[in-house]
């Protein structure tokens, strides 16, 4: 099964695989990028780190309930993320934290099994 309705899956998952330029989650399967809230997991058109814009962050902080921490996984290497859009997350309240796209994953899930209010941008590898 793959990810249908626009590229929207809702609710809460897990991711349980990455690679292959894509990401398994909810019993299903997507090739690309991935916005992961608390709310559902979303299609964003990336393909790389040097993409990501204040829309997208924008996107994460119009969350429901707000987010503790958001977890930027830029790829196969680690890439800052621009200071305006750290300096955007921040006067929100929401904590950043960047990492290549592996570890993001492993991150997002670990803060999830702890019932924390996180969400990931995840650039596919």
Do not use: W
């Amino acid at each position: 099964m793959t990810v249908r309705d626009g590229g929207y899956v809702p609710g809460r998952h897990k991711i349980d695989d990455y690679g292959g330029g894509g990401f398994r989650f909810a019993d299903m399967s997507h090739k690309g990028s991935i916005l992961a809230l608390p709310s559902g997991v979303r299609a964003v058109p990336l393909a790389s780190a040097a993409e990501i814009d204040e829309a997208i962050i924008n996107r994460a902080l119009a969350e429901g309930g707000g987010l503790d921490v958001f977890v930027v996984g830029t790829g196969e290497d680690l890439l800052p993320l621009a200071a305006g859009l750290r300096a955007q997350l921040r006067a929100a309240g929401v904590g950043c934290e960047t990492m290549a796209t592996g570890a993001a994953v492993r991150t997002y899930n670990m803060l999830v099994d702890e019932d924390r209010r996180v969400g990931a941008l995840l650039v596919a590898v």
